[in-house]
């Protein structure tokens, strides 16, 4: 059933005009206008195969990102039931960080009307050095997947980034006056 949600994700990347109308058929006018800002800077959008690796890979001319994509009836996702999530969770941080790349995770809320996607990034602490540019401000921006009192992972939907925010953030990002150093006053409300 992942696959349906990989291949959503990947549609409304790609600004595929039939899946924009079917995901945002119940969102409120400013984010279905968000959502169709993807149509100013498209992404090409790969599926990665591989149990451990990212799901999708999204590229465009300023900024790429490896995507696992995760779906649940639950609004939270412990990544302690699944010794594979958190070794997933490891491998992406490090292969990330090697690479100079934003590790994003996208979590569609089954069932949910409106934006039902949220996104979030791992925590790389103070690997966060590394990265420069665009990238660094994207990271900078997203919410991370935060830890249990145990440390073990754990995505709560209401604290991801709507979808539509963050596709508004990076046309607005990709425009020429942009200033990538300051925070969009839309993203974290």
Request: charged share 25%.
């Amino acid at each position: 059933m992942g696959h349906v949600f990989e291949r959503e994700l990947k549609g409304i990347l790609q600004a595929d005009p039939d899946m924009l109308a079917r995901v945002t058929k119940t969102c409120s006018e400013q984010e279905r206008r968000d959502y169709h800002r993807i149509c100013e800077r498209p992404f090409m959008v790969i599926r990665a195969a591989g149990s451990l690796g990212m799901d999708l890979v999204a590229i465009t001319w300023k900024v790429s990102f490896p995507i696992e994509v995760k779906s649940s009836t639950n609004a939270v996702l412990r990544f302690s039931r699944s010794e594979k999530l958190a070794q997933q969770a490891q491998q992406a941080i490090d292969d990330c960080v090697r690479a100079g790349l934003v590790p994003l995770y996208a979590f569609r809320l089954k069932g949910k009307r409106g934006d039902s996607w949220r996104v979030f990034s791992l925590n790389i602490g103070s690997k966060r050095e590394q990265y420069a540019g665009f990238q660094k401000c994207v990271y900078d921006q997203l919410p991370k997947i935060a830890p249990s009192k145990d440390g073990n992972l754990i995505m709560r939907w209401e604290e991801g980034m709507p979808l539509s925010k963050f596709i508004d953030y990076l046309a607005t990002m990709s425009t020429p006056t942009a200033r990538p150093e300051e925070p969009w006053p839309g993203l974290k409300s």
